[in-house]
């Protein structure tokens, strides 16, 4: 099965920019999407196909996808973007979904 | 406006067999490209995706759990219900259901999720 791997945590000060790793044998070559999930809440998308936004959701929240290393990127972080943050993949291979173990957002 | 909503026991017994049912509207799984799957989260872990029924009844499952797995949808109920044998406390976990489309690879939107219990 493919193997994503994200930090399990990740710090940032209010207004400054996070950045959540998710890496992965030549994941670029893979459309990643990114979830946000609240405590208590389900997980709702925020980036699909690499860099697309879905309605709703803020020009704050960007991505990227190249090589080994796939990057959500929150500018001016609020209080509110604390989350726990999931990156997946579809894998080709096996044709089945594959998601990162997660990253916690705080928010200091 | 999709919606999803998990309901089952909030408790089960090891050994015992679980089954979760998802209803849905704002779609109609005998619509070609639609599909519905469930998702589950350990307390503090990591999503694990375990089943995904298409309107064709093209069915995946987790191949770690596809001995334990059953996804059946009953389309005039709005509704896909999922089974698993031989329950574990390692199976404790909140089970979301999810909707996806053929053509895409991402899960969306999901249901509020369920917590299911294994104990005895």
């Known amino acids: 099965s493919y193997v994503l791997t994200q930090p399990p945590s990740v710090s940032v000060a209010p207004g400054k920019t996070a950045r959540i790793t998710c890496g992965g044998n030549n994941i670029g070559s893979k459309g990643v999407h990114w979830y946000q999930q609240k405590p208590g809440q389900a997980p709702v998308v925020v980036i699909y196909?690499?860099?697309d936004r879905p309605s709703g959701i803020p020009e704050r929240f960007s991505g990227s996808n190249s090589g080994n290393t796939a990057t959500l990127t929150i500018s001016r972080v609020e209080a509110g973007d604390e989350a726990d943050y999931s990156c997946q993949v579809w894998d080709r291979s096996s044709d089945l979904p594959a998601f990162g173990g997660g990253t916690k957002l705080t928010v200091l | 406006q999709i919606t999803l909503k998990e309901s089952g026991p909030t408790l089960v017994k090891p050994t015992q067999t679980l089954t979760l049912t998802c209803t849905f509207s704002g779609f109609s799984v005998n619509t070609g490209g639609e599909g519905v799957g469930w998702i589950r989260q350990p307390p503090g872990k990591a999503l694990e995706w375990l089943a995904l029924i298409y309107w064709n009844d093209d069915r995946r499952y987790s191949p770690s759990l596809r001995s334990r797995l059953a996804i059946t949808k009953d389309t005039s109920k709005n509704q896909v219900v999922l089974t698993m044998t031989n329950m574990d406390p390692v199976d404790t976990a909140t089970y979301f259901c999810?909707?996806?489309?053929?053509?895409?690879?991402?899960?969306?939107?999901w249901g509020q999720g369920t917590l299911v219990t294994v104990s005895s």
């Open positions: 999810v909707h996806k489309l053929d053509r895409v690879d991402w899960f969306d939107p």
């Open positions: 196909d690499d860099s």
